[in-house]
């Protein structure tokens, strides 16, 4: 039968009601059944007419018996195409028990005189019968799904995640698994969950012989380090490189296992984390009124989402597009009941440059920390639209200060860049502006502390060249660098914001605090890398 012909009947079969498959497997299992017992008397006995010696009934009481031991046991209630080593225990199970009824009823009631080795040995013939047809059932089954049409991959780590991806894969329609890579020389050349194990090095070859597009990789457990040097040396294939969620996601029911996705820019740049100082998080936070400003926004929304965690009493969210705050407080109040925290969300439309709203807000609901990241960051655009960021990056910091002063707020961090180190453009200036207002202030200030946090490019936030890259590649290019020697520090989102909670712990009052970025990156270099890991040139 050609592989046409099997897919056209696995299709029908697909197609078929439940309950049309159901009866289907009944049916053959009533006949099935009645013919390995008889074989089994064949083998005992030594002939195929001995098979034949022994009353009817006794075939039809075991296909009864079988049948119905099968389904006291949820056999038939299985779906066929995700049957796995669970049916294999309830085939067992299944198949010892219409033994065991078989046996007593021809001891008890028949008497033909069935010896106990024929009917061990219709115990092991029943058991590779019913496990081995589904087995075949299953198979048909999922080349219905036209397996020369999904994608062939290779999957990176024989581990854990490996093991799960690789099942969940051969589950799905859109990838199929045709080998580990492990650096492991203990997994090499073992098969794991049925795809043989390779070192990387034998890539190359892969690639030819087995048609590879694609290495996903499954290693949530090494280091951002180790992923760097792993990605470095699969940039010189001709393969899309992706990486599948962390395991903490997978638990938390974020992710799911097949949920692949591109590599993290995170990876691309090679830098671990700063780990943050937790006697510092929540010094300013909890227990305490805090407002955030720019709530909305990529650094804002994150600040919420971790000072939601350290359970102020109270969380303001200030911002002036309307749907941004709704999709914040949304997702605020899912993670407040996910982990059973107790704070008041007050979501407040409005800008911070309305002086006398922000002043209200502060003294109506007791406000003690605030962290300003309202602000218009966009270079380009700030450039084209200069009094428009005059007036939202430098107004609105200081009649947001000057409320926070009046208010007898504890603690005023505003969120800056490092382009505000000898700003050479009208964003950079702006800022600046803003940082030296605060430290004015700073100086008739009694009780309110002000600083200010300076950092560079964030990774994924709203305007970083990461989801620009990346939408240029999947256009197809051009990808654009404004010059091929600009460099850029880059951070997280997560970490800058932890960053600057710990700095709002550390003020004194006017302090400006230089984050540590590490290395500076080039644009070109990681457009470059973007380029090779999604498989292109």
Known sequence: MSTTMVERCAHRIGRLPRAVKRSIAIAADLVAIPLVFGAALALRRGSAAAALDVTPWLYLCVAAVSVGAFALLGMYRAVFRYISRDALFAASAGVVLSSVLVGLLDFLVIRSGISFRAVVIFAAFALLYTFGSRMVVRELLRARRGRGQRERVVIYGAGAGGVLLARSLKEGGQFVPVAFLDSDPALQRSVVAGVKVYPPEALPQLIDRKRVSSVLLAIPSCSRRQRQAILKSLEAYPVHVRTVPDIADIVAGHAAVADVREVDANDLLGRDPVPPNEALLDACIRD????????GGSIGSELCRQIICLRPKRLLLLEMSEPALYHIERELKAIAASQGIEVELVALLGNAHHRNRVREIMQKYGVQTVYHAAA????????QNVIEGIHNNIFSSWYAAEAALESRVETFVLISTDKAVNPTNVMGATKRFAELTLQALQERSTGTRFCMVRFGNVLESSGSVVPLFREQIKRGGPVTVTHRDVIRYFMTIPEASQLVLQAGSMAKGGDVFVLDMGKP????????????????T
């Open 521 to 536: 990156v080039k644009i070109e270099d990681l457009a470059r890398r973007m380029i090779h890991l999604m498989g292109l």
């Open 288 to 295: 305490k009124v805090v407002m955030v400003s720019g709530a």
């Open 376 to 383: 218009y960051k966009h270079v380009p655009i700030v450039e």
